[in-house]
């Protein structure tokens, strides 16, 4: 039985760089929705805590997820916000 993998993605923004954070998560999501085995890919803006963002991500598989850490955008996106960001957290749940 295939069991679906749910990540929790807490993005934390450098002052003054939400914004080209925020740029960067919507190229990669555009990209994200439509791969093969993605069920599921939101990003979350927090009312409370500005500088924060999450991300709600569901995948078919462990390889689906695989194969979406490998793809160019997420590669592209990790280059892009890895200077600008204070910190990533990743929590995943199947």
């Known amino acids: 039985m295939t069991e679906n993998i749910l990540l929790l993605v807490d993005?934390?923004?450098?002052?003054?760089s939400f914004d080209l954070v925020l740029s960067a998560l919507r190229e990669c999501e555009e990209h994200s929705k439509i791969e093969q085995g993605c069920?599921?890919?939101d990003i979350l803006l927090n009312n409370l805590k500005p500088l924060t963002i999450m991300i709600?991500?569901?995948?078919?598989?462990?390889?689906a997820l695989d194969l979406h850490n490998k793809s160019k955008h997420f590669t592209v996106l990790q280059e892009k916000i890895k200077n600008i960001v204070e910190s990533v957290k990743i929590n995943t749940y199947r």
């Open 56 to 63: 709600v991500e569901k995948w078919l598989d462990q390889n």
């Open 11 to 16: 993005i934390n923004c450098k002052d003054n």
């Open 39 to 41: 069920l599921r890919y």
